[in-house]
T-cell receptor, first 114, second 112 residues
Framework: ETGVTQTPRHLVMGMTNKKSLKCEQH?????MYWYKQSAKKPLELMFV???????ENNSVPSRFSPECPNSSHLFLHLHTLQPEDSALYLC?????????????FGPGTRLLVL | TQLLEQSPQFLSIQEGENLTVYCNSS?????LQWYRQEPGEGPVLLVT?????EVKKLKRLTFQFGDARKDSSLHITAAQPGDTGLYLC????????????FGKGTSLLVTP
């Protein structure tokens, strides 16, 4: 595997379900990110981890819970989501957590909340 | 959050035509990146510009960073169907911390 991988690629869940998104980067980077991409909106930064430490949480509702066990893996735990949370969730990594660093994105998880 | 404005929002052209898309901000960028996102995939980095007035070329794509570092353009020469996708600009400012702010993108369709 190369680059940034995400699983699952597609997910349909009910509002009472609990699910997790997984991201793995094979680039030796130290920073990882979760972004949300909705129609007609810019990519929204959700969480930043730099050297496994969470450095940014952009006022994301607590029904989204990130976990970064090491610098290569990132999870997003989902519970009691709302239909408006349906979106493409993108994971990215970069060499470090600096704003100007190049982001390497995974293919995303397309989430539909019913 | 500082805003990036991208224009046009949508662009549909025929193969062989030239096009330019734009990215603007009211604040000075410390750096700016362009990404292309194809349907069903994540964005892929095309270029990073840092210096005002900088011009970078990537095959048929020409990227320009404004002298004042508040705007950028992407020009595609002789567009091909493979250029179809969402073109995103992303900017960092000196006070943006870890955040790289993205525009809404220009959705380009090139038809044969």
């Amino acid at each position: 595997e190369t680059g940034v991988t995400q699983t699952p690629r597609h997910l349909v869940m009910g509002m009472t379900n609990k699910k997790s998104l997984k991201c793995e980067q094979h680039l030796g980077h130290n920073a990882m990110y979760w972004y949300k991409q909705s129609a007609k909106k810019p990519l929204e930064l959700m969480f930043v981890y730099n050297f496994k430490e969470q450095t940014e949480n952009n006022s994301v509702p607590s029904r989204f819970s990130p976990e970064c066990p090491n610098s290569s893996h990132l999870f997003l735990h989902l519970h009691t989501l709302q239909p408006e949370d349906s979106a493409l969730y993108l994971c990215a990594s970069s060499q470090d957590g600096l704003a100007g660093g190049n982001r390497y994105f995974g293919p995303g998880t397309r989430l539909l909340v019913l | 959050t500082q805003l990036l404005e991208q224009s046009p929002q949508f662009l549909s052209i025929q193969e062989g035509e030239n096009l330019t898309v734009y990215c603007n901000s009211s604040s000075v960028f410390s750096s700016l990146q362009w990404y292309r996102q194809e349907p069903g995939e994540g964005p892929v980095l095309l270029v990073t510009v840092v210096t005002g007035g900088e011009v970078k070329k990537l095959k048929r794509l020409t990227f320009q960073f404004g002298d004042a570092r508040k705007d950028s353009s992407l020009h595609i020469t002789a567009a091909q169907p493979g250029d179809t996708g969402l073109y995103l600009c992303a900017g960092a400012w000196s006070n943006s911390g870890y955040a790289l702010n993205f525009g809404k993108g220009t959705s380009l369709l090139v038809t044969p």
